[in-house]
């Protein structure tokens, strides 16, 4: 099973580094498992510009992730699908996170500041944003309808794939096509 996905992961990182963007039928190929609930766009999307309040308590929005792949995830304290994925997040942001790769979390709704703490305590997460949506505003815009969601967003800011529902973005398949995405970048 790795000696295929290797064997894919090779193929996939070939293909986008010989076109200038990335060819998702490659990339498709890597989705296994709970991965393949990840569905990408014919073509990229363009985002809300709608603000979130950041963990400092400030402003942001999608913008300031411009120039790198994001792996966006919706989710609220009370959501149990949410503290099982919360923490395979972690792992990947570990693993692949830096000049080009993020994965950024927007709590949705009413989360308040000691239950998010509490959350990611509880769970032993360290190393990703306490970010918040507390109207649910950029949630709306976006079509999130349910939790988790997670968005993957191209170095322009633009929707290229969604998930519905929780998946191990731990797993090989994920870290996969993570990389594949992020060899793209030139």
């Known amino acids: 099973m790795r000696k295929l996905l290797s064997a894919l992961l090779y193929t996939a990182l070939a293909v986008v580094a010989n ?15 709970n991965m393949r609930k990840l569905m990408f ?13 950041a ?22 304290t009370w ?8 923490p395979q997040l972690s792992a990947l942001q570990a ?4 000049d080009r790769f993020e994965v950024v979390t927007i709590a949705t709704g009413r989360n308040p500041q000691p239950a998010i703490d509490r959350f990611f305590g509880e769970i032993a997460v360290d190393n990703l944003p306490k970010h918040t949506d507390p109207r649910q505003a950029l ?13 993957i967003l191209n170095p322009e800011g633009h929707e290229i794939a969604r998930m519905q529902g929780e998946a191990d973005w731990s797993s090989d398949s994920a870290i996969a096509i993570m990389q594949a995405l992020i060899g793209s970048q030139s």
């Open 55 to 76: 963990e400092d308590g400030s402003q942001m929005t999608l913008a300031d992730y411009s120039g790198k792949y994001v792996v966006l995830n919706f989710w609220a």
């Open 139 to 151: 949630a709306r815009n976006m079509g999130v309808l349910g939790l988790p969601v997670t968005i």
């Open 95 to 98: 693993q692949l996170g830096g």
């Open 19 to 33: 076109t200038a963007t990335a060819d998702t039928a490659a990339v498709e190929a890597l989705r296994e498992g």
């Open 41 to 53: 766009h014919e073509a990229p999307m363009r985002t809300a510009d709608t603000p979130f309040v």
């Open 79 to 86: 959501c149990a699908p949410c503290r099982v994925e919360m």
